[in-house]
């Protein structure tokens, strides 16, 4: 079989448990996860193709997923929860041959193929979306070589072993969520893939049955488990805890940090971008006490640099590593070229780096913020805005602050705020309370006329 196969299941393809999800009632073993896998490639065996895969936190996602990769194709993961008019737009401009959603009841539909002669890179193997929760026609393009050499960093800095079973609430469509499944594979470990959250009901009685050794989160899982308050989780399996996706405040860290060092567990905080399929560095819990504020080093086989530092040594965050991505795309033609990284990232995030080569960040050099652990580009939401009217936009916390400038009349504020609303309902996947509207007499500028959101910044 394909590169897959032999990296992730060849020398695992035995009757231990691999996975489990909402509706099975026992794990699925390697030797049969395997065989979904071939019986989905032999499928989509052919010429390489596009395949546009609506994946969900179960089995049938992740074998259709790999098998359509085992058989060389490109798999663009994508978000099921996607509007309409966003599937439209992804359709239009990547042209897919496969159209894949295990929920519906047609699962693979052939589309443009026979239109379409735009070749594709044959080191090309998934697409994952800059901005998961908007449906960005911009996609990360990513050779299957980088996502297996991130995969296996990350399991040696976490120290996953046979034994382990992760939390997989994360979804698979998002780097975080599916670096915690392939980390898993890697090392023949088990994952109990879920759709419930950390709030729904179910969710800790299933994590407590499958004896959940690792959970991941982003910061606003590790905010919510600190209102529950970790005592309450009931994990007697959990022996660590992984915090990426944004920055979570020092005094959280330590939370979580205390919780698991008293148990004897382990908490790790790392740091990374889609970009880099998709984490880069780890501060090992040994660490933590005299450097609670860093991201750590880079993982094994990684570099950080900084360059253009200023006096005090902060300058933009460059990584080089194998699980650099090729580069972006925003059309089919793009899936033609090549890799235009050649390992290089130059990441957009300011830092620096401690005595003992130890990363912390200090802002951003573009226009990205995290919410929920999901990426958006304030850009394309201040562009959104802008339809109803003169509109700014900042990131506070887990949410995003917008600020229309109305000098109409007060009267039809009201109205602005559903025109807006509607419209980030109509191409956002993001909680509506993760949108906050302020209306402002001006926009704050700067001497040379844009937009000062340093200005914004301050009156949050």
Sequence with gaps: ?????????????????????????????????????????????????????F??????????????????????????????????????????????????????QRTFGRGTNTPIDPELSILLSTSGSTGSPKFVRLGLAAMLANAEAIAEVLEIEESDVAAGHLPLHYSFGLSTLTSHLVRGARVRLTELGLLDKGFWPAMR???????????????TLERMRYDRIALPSLKSLAQAGG??????????????AARGGRFYVMYGQTEAAPRMTTLPPAEFEEAPGSVGRALPQGKIEIVDPDVNGHGEVIYRGPN?????????????????????????????????????????????????GLRVNLDEVEKLANTVCDAAVVQ?????????????????????????????????????????????????????????????????
């Design 1 to 53: 079989m394909a590169l897959i196969l032999s990296s992730w299941l060849d020398g695992r393809a035995s009757d231990r448990p691999c996975l489990i999800d909402d509706v099975s009632s026992c794990w699925i073993s390697y030797h049969d996860l395997a065989r979904k896998v071939e019986l989905h490639a032999q499928i989509f065996a052919g010429q390489k193709r596009l395949a546009f895969v």
């Design 55 to 108: 994946v969900h936190n179960d089995i049938e996602s992740v074998a259709v997923t790999l098998g359509a990769i085992s058989a060389g194709h490109a798999v663009a993961l994508l978000d099921p929860a996607l509007t309409e008019e966003s599937r439209r737009i992804l359709i239009e401009r990547y042209k897919p041959e496969f159209l894949i959603d295990v929920r519906k009841e047609v699962t693979v």
């Design 209 to 223: 049955d499958a004896e959940i050794t690792h959970l991941p989160g982003v910061p606003f899982h590790f905010k």
């Design 247 to 260: 920055f979570l405040d020092i005094e959280s860290r330590r939370v979580a940090y205390k919780y698991m």
């Design 324 to 372: 650099v991505m090729m580069g972006y795309a925003e059309s089919r033609l793009d899936l033609s070229r090549s890799d235009e990284n050649r390992g290089l990232l130059a990441t957009g995030d300011i830092g620096f780096l401690d005595s003992n080569g130890r990363l912390t960040l200090t802002g951003r050099a573009k226009r990205f913020g995290k919410i929920h």
């Design 396 to 460: 506070s916390g887990d949410e995003i602050k917008v600020y229309l400038c109305n000098t109409r009349d007060p009267k039809i504020e009201p109205e602005l705020k559903n025109l807006l609303m509607s419209a980030f309902k109509a191409h956002y996947t993001l909680h509506p309370t993760s949108i906050r509207i302020s209306f402002v007499e001006t926009i704050p500028r700067t001497e040379r006329g844009k937009i000062d959101y340093r200005a914004l910044e301050r009156r949050q």
